[in-house]
């Protein structure tokens, strides 16, 4: 691990120890998964904005879907 410093407003710094506390963890390790989380949420909107584009250069068929309709489609009791 390597140590950073890193600037923090007051009550940013004071709802960090907060949640650490009630987390039972060191804030460290709090930021840790926070910043983890945040980097996960990053990379799939990433992804999802790729497939947006990709999808946008060639839209699907109207037609497209028919032939899995019956599979999409709930059992008859």
Same mark, same amino acid.
């Given at each position: 691990?390597?140590t950073i410093?890193?600037?923090l407003?007051?009550? +940013? @710094? !004071?709802?960090?120890?907060? #949640? #650490? *506390? *009630? ?6 390790? @709090?930021?840790r %998964? #926070? +910043?983890? %989380?945040? +980097?996960?949420?990053?990379?799939? *909107?990433? *992804? !999802? !904005?790729? $497939?947006?584009?990709?999808?946008s ?5 109207? $037609? %497209?879907? +028919?032939?899995w %309709?019956a599979?999409?489609?709930?059992p008859? !009791?």
């Amino acid at each position: 691990m390597e140590t950073i410093q890193i600037v923090l407003d007051k009550k +940013l @710094l !004071e709802a960090t120890d907060q #949640a #650490a *506390r *009630r987390t039972k963890r060191n804030r460290s390790a @709090l930021v840790r %998964e #926070a +910043l983890r %989380e945040h +980097l996960r949420r990053l990379e799939a *909107r990433a *992804r !999802e !904005e790729h $497939d947006r584009h990709g999808y946008s250069r060639q839209p699907h068929r109207t $037609d %497209e879907w +028919l032939a899995w %309709e019956a599979e999409a489609a709930w059992p008859a !009791e």
